[in-house]
């Protein structure tokens, strides 16, 4: 089984429920598909056994089969391709913008004189080990990189389905959250009980829905903020699956980069419980 841990907003312990129920299965795998700020390592201390490189292919003209028609430009939907034209007084040329290159592979498919072949580029890099009886990947985009989601996909397939797969998605609800999420047979979604908790739940609980993915909510420093959490949703029919309070033991371990179930064992039985509850509504 797959399950997702996300969250609408940063900072709600996303990575915090992730970390700890992998712990708590024991024969689990953890994706820690945050490639832009990867921390899942900072808690289960993994050793890293291997290392590969991960690419997408890109665009490259061959400038003397290239007639400067102009059709490569018209096909890409995102813009990254200009194509001068040839003047009296010069011979054209080509600009391609890597950073808004989707990979579709659409220009060298399309042109007519066959000019374009697609070369690699290297986004990132993708980190494979173990922490116990844990699996660990995740991956690192490559600073100034603009797109997440290829390397995220990439991480993905990693996955083994021997075990059970939580994967730690990025905050918010843009591409890389549905590029995390997408496939998933669970969701969690990790968050807080104030306006600002609420407010990007709604957001989240919209998007699992579009993508039909079932989901339930862990709330994290439960005993702070209002009532207005639990009233969502009670009346929107989500299932709570777990209430985390604030509390100052966890937060110090937290500090410390260790996760709280290797110290608080009774977490570990609230874990367990909650993977149940899972399975039950997955089943469902």
Not at 176 to 189: E, F, N, Q, R, W
Not at 240 to 265: H, T
């Amino acid at each position: 089984m797959i399950i997702s841990v996300a969250s609408g907003k940063g900072g709600t312990g996303k990575t915090t429920i992730a970390v700890n129920l992998a712990l708590a299965l024991g024969n689990a795998q953890v994706l820690d598909c945050d490639v832009e700020e990867p921390n899942a390592h900072l808690f289960l201390h993994p050793e890293i056994k291997e290392t590969r490189s991960a690419s997408v292919l890109i665009p490259e003209v061959e400038k003397q089969r290239c007639n400067f028609c102009g059709h490569c430009q018209r096909v890409c939907a995102y813009h990254a391709i200009a194509v001068i034209p040839p003047k009296e007084q010069s011979k054209g040329g080509v600009l391609f913008f890597p950073h808004l290159c989707h990979s579709c592979g659409a220009c060298a498919i399309l042109c007519p004189q066959g000019a374009i072949r697609e070369i690699p580029k290297e986004i990132g890099t993708i980190e494979l080990g173990s922490a116990g009886q844990v699996q660990f990947v995740h991956g690192r985009l490559n600073v100034g990189e603009a797109m997440s989601p290829p390397l995220i996909r990439q991480v993905k397939e990693f996955v083994n389905s021997t075990r059970t797969v939580i994967i730690d998605a990025p905050p918010g609800t843009s591409c890389p959250v549905v590029a995390s999420v997408k496939g998933s047979d669970y969701t969690i979604l990790v968050t807080e009980p104030t306006p600002f908790g609420l407010n990007d739940l709604v957001l989240a609980v919209e998007v699992l829905k579009k993508l039909q993915i079932p989901f339930g909510v862990v709330i994290n420093r439960s005993d702070i903020g209002d009532d207005k959490m639990e009233s969502y949703c009670r009346e929107s029919r989500i299932p709570v699956l777990m209430r985390v309070p604030f509390d100052r033991e966890i937060a110090e371990l937290y500090s410390n980069g260790i996760p709280f179930v290797l110290k608080k064992p009774e977490y570990s039985v609230k874990f367990k419980d909650m993977f149940n509850m899972i399975k039950e509504e997955v089943a469902k």
